[in-house]
């Protein structure tokens, strides 16, 4: 939450976020102005990965969840956010 946090603190938004959570995904949104949206998505029991990604070696890494789609998530947001 720190990083949501600062980025909330630097876009003048409000201090506590809005808390929800569907399947696998707690997503904290802060009340900020129109044009400064701050996000931040957290995937549960994710590990160290990118969901939707790839396994960052053959052996030894994280389990990488197929759903969400870090990517997609990312691009829904800035394509939402000019």
Excluded: I
Excluded at 41 to 61: I, N, S, T
Aim: net charge positive.
């Amino acid at each position: 939450l720190e990083q949501g946090r600062y980025w909330a603190k630097a876009n003048g938004c409000g201090l506590e976020p809005r808390r929800d959570s569907v399947a696998n995904v707690v997503s904290y949104r802060w009340p900020c102005p129109r044009g400064r949206e701050v996000e931040l998505h957290a995937v549960v029991d994710a590990g160290h990965v990118w969901p939707g990604g790839r396994a960052g070696r053959r052996f030894g890494a994280d389990r990488v969840p197929a759903k969400p789609d870090a990517t997609e998530m990312m691009w829904a947001f800035f394509k939402a956010t000019p």
